[in-house]
């Protein structure tokens, strides 16, 4: 069972940047995938980044070309940098980690743009 604990969220005007954190239990080599989700009120789960243990990167395309994905193995830290951000980018942004053993999910930071 991996443990995430996201951080970076905030209150950010639209066309700002934020920078998301999420501090992983395991080393991202021990992981099959890691990314970032986010949900807005009264809709899904959506995926935002996504990155395997073999390198491939998917970006929802909402947020390609705004939104870079990054990890720090030394401190098992998974970044979203987040630039021009829309009020649409509005919601809580869960960390997504995946082993052989599951799937398993942080408790989420929020994100609001304001207009």
């Known amino acids: 069972q991996v443990q995430s604990v996201e951080s970076g969220g905030g209150l950010v005007q639209a066309g700002g940047s934020l920078r998301l954190a999420c501090a992983a239990s395991?080393?991202?080599?021990?992981?099959?995938?890691m990314g970032w989700y986010r949900q807005a009120p009264g809709k899904q789960r959506e995926l935002v980044a996504d990155?395997?243990?073999?390198?491939?990167?998917n970006y929802a395309d909402s947020v390609k070309g705004r939104f870079t994905i990054s990890r720090d193995n030394a401190k098992n830290t998974m970044y979203l940098q987040m630039n021009s951000l829309k009020v649409e980018d509005t919601g809580v942004y869960y960390c997504?980690?995946?082993?052989?053993?599951?799937?398993?999910w942080g408790q989420g930071t929020q994100v609001t743009v304001s207009s």
């Open positions: 997504n980690a995946r082993t052989i053993i599951g799937t398993s």
């Open positions: 395991v080393s991202f080599s021990r992981t099959t995938g």
């Open positions: 990155v395997t243990s073999g390198g491939k990167i």
